[in-house]
Every structure is written in C-alpha cells, then in structure tokens.
C-alpha cells in the first residue's frame, strides 16, 4: 500500500498555480505575433523611407535654385578662358574696325569695361561726320548670359561693315559709336552679377555715352547740336537688360532713344521657367515667387508706350528670331511681337532660317536684317 502510494506521487503531475499557465500561455500566443508584426513594419518603412528622400532631395533642389539663382542665371565663367579674353586676339577678324577698350564706374563704384568702335558712314568727305549737320549714333550693346564681349566682336564686326555699305550711297554723312557693355562679374568687370547690378551698369553706360558726345561734339559756331541717337540692342537675357534701361532710365538732355534691337528675346525669367520645365511634378515653374531677377521685357514695353506717349515720337522695335532656337521658343517672340502691336509700338520682326539660339547675326540673313534697319533709322533722323 505504501509502494502504491509512492508511484502515484510520482505519477501526479505536478500541480502549477493558474497565473503560472496564463503566463506561459500569454508567452506562447504572442511571440508569433510580435514576429508578424515586424515584418509588417519592415514592408510599410521602405516606401517611407524613399519617399521621404525623394521628398527632402526635391525642397533641396527648390531652396538650391532659389538660393543660387544668380549663378545659374549669369554664367560670366563659361567658357573657362572667358575672363581672359583679350581684343587683340581677334584682330584679323574684325574686317577692318577697331575696337578699343575703356573703363566706367558705375554707381555704387563698381569698375565695368567697355569695347567701343567708332566708324562714319555715308559717301560725304570724311572730317564731316563731327559736324553739326552729321547725325550722331550710338548702339548699346547688352550681350547674353555667357561668354565675353571679345569673342562676340568679328560677329559685331560684320554687321558694321554690311551697315557701312548699305549707308555708302548717302550723301548725308554719320558718325556711329558702337559701345558694348561688359556686365559686372565678366570679362575685366569686377563684382558680381545681379539684375540691380545690370541696372546700375546700363546707367553707367548711358551715362558714360552722354559725357563722350558732350565732349566730343561741343557747340560750332554758336549752334548747339541737336541730341544723339541711342539704339539699344540686347542678345537674349540683354534684350531684358535693354528694355529695363528703355523703361526705367530717362535718357540724358544730349540723347535721344531712337529704337531698340531684340535679338533671341524671352518675355521674362518667370516664362522661361515655365519653359524649361514644363512637367506638372516638376516645382520649379511654381518657384516664380522668389525670383530675385526679372527681366520682364512683356511689363517694360508696356512702360515704354507710356513713357513715350507724350512725346512726338516712340522708339522702333526689331526682334530678331532664330528659326532653331534651342532654349526660347518661338511663341516669346510672338507674344513679344503682338505686344507692341497692341502698345502701338512700331515693330519690326526677322525670322533668321536656320539660326540657333547665339549664331543669329552669325548668319548673313541676320546680318543684313540688322543693317538694314539700323540704315533706315540713321535714314529717317
């Protein structure tokens, strides 16, 4: 009896207390789940990560095009030998004119080069063109976004030279200065380049052409010389820096805005955003609010009307429109075009074929469109 007994307290289980089995049980049933739950977590947390990276990469891109825009506006270091470029190293390409250098502060005295050629036109004697009978121009020329004035010069060059035979036949003589600006930051300019910078050295330049006609055609016999004409001829983003002078400067006593020359415009900085990048998903287009730099040539036509309503006669526009241009698309120029018509600007349009975006008045037909209004307005004074 004592045996048996003995087995069967060796045979009993033994007994638990009940927290003991929810405990273990409570163990068991969640140690599966916990395992499904992370892996759960691990699909859900790539998707979040990626996005979130694609996301912060995007406003990065956003706050980088805002915080630099000037350096991606203003490219005064492409090509990398651009701020070394010398005159003389295209000398057996200007067909004849020469070109010099001269200097100019601008107003909050930054030091800005200029290239100036002088040549008279008209089949008079020579020696007369300083009379006060001969017309007087000068053309202001803004250059695009890159690059520097000399290797645009054998191009300049050529259209004087073509200007000169279309001019030989008159009999009324003309002296005609050709002043290209070098924006702060290019070239031998110092500083950097801003649109408030540009402004300031458009004045400078305009302002530096009012000094050279007074002391270069004084007074003759008593009889003061009627004021010079201005032509302003802006390349791309200088077609902006052209109509900002035309719009917000009032010209000096001694000159006169005769017309001004549109080469490859855009209507503003904020169109060629949205030409650029065009894609809904793309932000950058929506970015227009935070432009520091405008050249909004669309408003200043529109200051130009008004300014020169009361007044006996408006400027003349030529916008010269490449056939291929790669970055402006044809319908700024149109839209351009129509606005002056709508202003009742006097307006004139070229379509050079085969021309892209810079090589416009590389091409003969651009060339000769150029000349030809330049001698029509020379003509008409």
Not at 261 to 279: H, N
Request: overall charge positive; charged content about 20%; aromatic content about 10%.
């Amino acid at each position: 009896m004592f045996l048996q007994r003995a087995a069967f307290k060796l045979n009993r289980p033994s007994l638990r207390s009940p927290s003991s089995f929810i405990v273990s049980h409570a163990h068991i049933s969640k140690a599966p789940l916990c395992r499904r739950y992370f892996h759960l977590e691990g699909l859900v947390l790539a998707p979040i990560v990626f996005s979130g990276l694609l996301v912060s990469l995007w406003t990065w891109k956003c706050l980088m095009m805002v915080a630099f825009q000037n350096k991606i506006i203003y490219m005064p270091g492409l090509p990398p030998n651009s701020r070394w470029e010398k005159i003389k190293d295209y000398k057996d390409r200007l067909g004849g004119i020469s070109w010099r250098e001269e200097r100019v502060r601008a107003a909050d005295g930054t030091d800005l080069a200029l290239c100036v050629a002088d040549l008279e036109l008209g089949s008079g004697s020579r020696g007369d063109s300083r009379s006060p009978e001969a017309a007087a121009f000068y053309i202001l020329y803004f250059q695009g976004n890159a690059s520097s004035i000399p290797p645009r010069l054998p191009d300049l060059s050529s259209t004087l030279n073509t200007l000169r035979r279309e001019m030989a036949a008159e009999q009324r003589n003309a002296s005609c200065t050709v002043v290209c600006l070098s924006y702060r930051g290019y070239w031998t300019s110092r500083g950097r380049p801003t649109e408030n910078g540009l402004r300031l050295d458009s004045a400078a330049a305009i302002e530096w052409i009012s000094r050279v006609h007074q002391e270069g055609y004084r007074e003759v016999s008593g009889s003061p010389r009627s004021p010079a004409e201005v032509v302003l001829w802006g390349q791309s983003i200088g077609s902006g820096v052209a109509t900002n002078l035309a719009a917000e400067k009032a010209m000096p006593e001694n000159l006169c805005l005769n017309s001004l020359i549109l080469e490859t415009p855009f209507t503003s900085i904020r169109a060629m955003l949205e030409v650029l990048y065009p894609q809904k998903w793309l932000p950058y287009k929506y970015l227009w609010p935070f432009l520091r730099n405008h050249l909004d040539s669309w408003k200043n036509l529109e200051l130009i009307a008004d300014l020169y309503s009361a007044k006996s006669s408006t400027p003349h526009v030529l916008i010269v429109q490449a056939a291929k241009d790669e970055l402006v698309p044809a319908e700024l120029s149109q839209k351009l075009y129509d606005r002056c018509i709508e202003l009742e600007i006097p307006v004139r349009r070229t379509l050079v074929s085969g021309a892209f975006h810079n090589d416009a008045i590389f091409r003969t037909e651009g060339r000769r469109a150029v000349s030809q209004f330049l001698a029509q307005r020379i003509r008409d004074t």
